[in-house]
């Protein structure tokens, strides 16, 4: 991508409104601009982001089993009203009316709509398991919309529907979304450590929250001291394989904490805990028959006999994680992207466009670069050096290669390694031996 050519409109000034890191260089590396509270467009910079984000997490769905479908925003009232929801959501609910006076609302979630589909068409155990999901905005009438698309009014978000004949093959299911949502976080670049949590609105017996630790997180969180070393010995799994065995490791780990504990419980103080606060990116609920027995989704068991369907749910803020990533991957210079969704794999600098030289090794590089399939962002344009490095790295691809008239004389040129700020002096060839041996 030429930077000449892409809509890429960055401030020089610290937005004034934005009070954490991630809300202050999504504005300032022009990825998002704001139309009205809570509600945001994502420009080209953070569209790639998002999209980035959202693939990983679909791959993962896909490779669990899961089906991807595609419910609308706009939802009947009437399902809500079966499941005993309208009422209690209260004014988080965007409630619409349309021109016949029938009452819409803008979902904020999707439990009445996927069970409305599941109970139209299947009956049986033979169906089952079943999970359905989609990627889909949501809107939440938050009473305080804040820190950018963190906690947004309209949101995207990946949410995930299980279906089951039996409480035991619910809770199997139950797993299977646990261990996948540990793995795409981690495909993410990020950390994100799974807590027992409250079932609230939506209900249930079990449910667990996935926490990426960062100051200017919104829950206060308690930690057992051994997650912050835990790496997550976690290689990609085989879900048919490998699924009890991570089970089984996870369910030794995580057993630990609770936001909003009882501090004077003696089971928690004998914990070794560490105060903190986290980012919520993922939550999962096993709710069993809760919205079933009221909309009536049945099905036939082996045995013959009837029963309401055992359900789960499990949600990912894919645009809260755009802001989480970076409150995760940040320096005082800008964004520092994971290699796993960084927009391109280098930034490729001309200080001097215009001057023959370095035009022609760019050019070179440029190609070279593409024809290894990495990606890669050039900039082309004719701005100062100072501030094409400094705009570099507040875009913080992994990789910076600088080209400037020093270089060219000197036949030496600057590799930087974002992340550690390292800055290695390559000859041409060794930097081309560098992209060719997929050093990233
Ligand atoms: P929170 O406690 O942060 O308000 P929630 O528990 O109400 O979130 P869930 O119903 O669990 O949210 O939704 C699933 C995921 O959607 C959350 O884990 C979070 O990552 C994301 N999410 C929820 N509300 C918002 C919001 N207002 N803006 C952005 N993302 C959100
Ligand atoms: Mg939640």
């Not at 299977?176 to 450590?193: E, N, R, T, V, W």
């Not at 359900?311 to 802001?323: I, Q």
């Not at 691809?397 to 390292?422: A, C, S, T, V, Y």
Request: hydrophobic share 35%; proline share 4%; with cysteine.
């Amino acid at each position: 991508m030429l930077l000449s050519r892409f809509f890429l409109p960055v401030l020089k000034e610290t937005p004034k409104d934005a009070e954490i890191v991630s809300h202050i260089y999504m504005l300032r590396a022009g990825m998002i601009q704001q139309s009205s509270s809570g509600i945001y467009s994502w420009l080209p910079l953070g569209k790639i982001i998002l999209d980035n984000i959202t693939d990983i997490c679909r791959n993962e769905m896909i490779l669990a089993g899961a089906n991807e479908i595609l419910m609308p925003t706009l939802q009947s009232a009437n399902i809500w009203k079966e499941s005993g929801r309208y009422e209690d959501y209260g004014k988080e609910m965007l409630r619409i009316k349309d021109r016949n006076e029938r009452d819409l609302l803008y979902g904020p979630t999707n439990e009445e709509l996927v069970t409305e589909i599941f109970r139209t068409h299947v009956k049986s155990y033979k169906g089952l398991p079943l999970n359905l999901f989609h990627i889909q905005w949501k809107f939440r009438d938050e009473l305080r919309p804040r820190f950018g698309v963190m906690r947004g009014r309209e949101f995207l978000m990946k949410d995930a529907y299980s279906f089951d004949v039996d409480y035991e093959s619910s809770i199997k299911s139950y797993n299977i979304m646990f261990i996948s949502y540990m793995q795409l976080f981690k495909k993410m670049g990020l950390k994100a450590i799974p807590m027992k949590a409250d079932t609230g609105p939506i209900g249930g017996d079990l449910s667990h929250e996935f926490i990426v630790i960062a100051d200017t997180g919104e829950s206060e969180v308690f930690l057992e001291e051994d997650f912050l070393s835990f790496e997550g010995s976690l290689n990609e799994i085989n879900y048919e394989r490998d699924l009890q065995n991570e089970v089984d490791k996870f369910t030794s780990f995580y057993a630990a904490t609770e936001e909003k504990h009882n501090p004077n419980d003696k089971k928690i103080q004998s914990l070794n805990l560490i105060k903190t606060r986290g980012i919520e990116v993922g939550h999962i609920f096993h709710f069993g028959q809760k919205y079933s027995k009221p909309m009536n989704a049945i099905v036939n068991k082996n045995d013959g006999k009837n029963t309401p369907v055992y359900m789960g749910s499990y949600g990912v803020g894919l645009s809260r994680l755009v802001g989480a990533v970076i409150e995760a991957n940040h320096d005082k210079d800008g964004i520092v992207w994971p290699q796993e969704i960084a927009p391109w794999h280098y930034n490729l600098i001309n200080l001097k466009s215009g001057d023959k030289s370095c035009d022609d090794t760019c050019k070179n590089l440029y190609k070279l670069i593409q024809e290894k399939n990495y990606t890669v962002l050039y900039d082309d344009t004719d701005e100062r050096a100072g501030a094409k490095l400094a705009r570099a790295d507040l875009l913080g691809l992994p990789f910076q290669i600088i080209i400037g008239p020093k270089g060219i004389k000197e036949k030496l040129f600057d590799l930087k390694n974002r992340k550690n700020g390292k800055i290695e002096r390559l000859s041409y060839d060794e930097l081309s031996n560098f992209i060719n041996q997929n050093n990233r």
